[in-house]
């Protein structure tokens, strides 16, 4: 089975802190996806990227940003967290061809900035 | 734009009596549909999908939805509640299956003994 793997189940940072999420699939997937999860929002998307070094925009992406420098890893980055960025993220991967395979999501990584 | 819409914010069901969520999409051309349930503190499971064909699928844990174009719904079904469905599900959209998902804001379900 595909594997997404995000490297924290719980976060707590400061305000202010540059905070790293990881996100590493093992099944050779091009596409990568960041989603918040909020109450009553669902899950909103925050960028994706269709292979190594590119990137585009979701949604909501302010204030967050992403690096793709290995085909299994995306990694989302909020340069000075803030509280407002206090949420559930999941990471998710699929790929090219999309299709059967479908999305696998990883299991999240709740974060608090306090 | 993109956009799927879940009208039911909470649905209370009692164990063992059926149950329907509801889901509109907006993209008309080719939808690449799908059902996530997600337990609470879990990640997302996949319950079934919708590319083309039959246009009931069936998924796992006893789930089917039946894709309606003419009303651009793509409603989830079960004939009988256990208490282990108690969760928030999601109705997502995809062009083409494999691009970014759009997500409906979800459905809670409780169910009550």
């Known amino acids: 089975d595909v594997k997404v793997t995000q490297s924290s189940r719980y976060l707590v940072k400061r305000t202010g802190e540059k905070v790293f999420l990881e996100c590493v699939q093992d099944?050779?997937?091009?596409?990568m996806f960041w989603y918040r999860q909020d109450p009553g929002l669902g899950l909103r998307l925050i960028y994706f990227?269709?292979?190594?070094?590119?990137?585009e925009k979701g949604d909501i992406p302010e204030g967050y940003s992403v690096s793709r420098e290995k085909k299994e890893r995306f990694s989302l980055i909020l340069e000075s967290a803030s509280t407002n960025q206090t949420s559930m993220y999941l990471c998710a991967s699929i790929l090219a061809a999309g299709g059967v395979s479908g999305y696998t999501f990883g299991s999240g990584t709740r974060l608090t900035v306090v | 734009a993109q956009s799927v819409t879940q009208p039911d914010i909470h649905i209370t069901v009692s164990e063992g009596a059926s149950l329907e969520l509801r889901c509109n999409y907006s993209?008309?051309?080719?939808?690449?549909l799908f059902w996530y349930v997600q337990s609470p503190g879990q990640g997302l499971q996949l319950l079934l999908k919708?590319?083309?064909?039959?246009?009931l699928v069936q998924g796992i844990k006893g789930f089917e939805a039946e894709f309606k174009r003419s009303q651009s719904s793509f409603n989830l079904r079960k004939p009988s509640v256990h208490w282990s469905d108690a969760a928030e599900y999601f109705c997502?959209?995809?062009?083409?299956?494999?691009?970014?998902?759009?997500f409906g804001t979800g459905t809670r379900l409780t169910i009550i003994p």
């Open positions: 099944m050779d997937h091009e596409n």
């Open positions: 993209y008309g051309a080719t939808p690449y």
């Open positions: 990227s269709y292979d190594v070094k590119m990137k």
């Open positions: 919708y590319f083309s064909g039959d246009t």
């Open positions: 997502a959209d995809s062009n083409f299956g494999n691009e970014k998902l759009t």
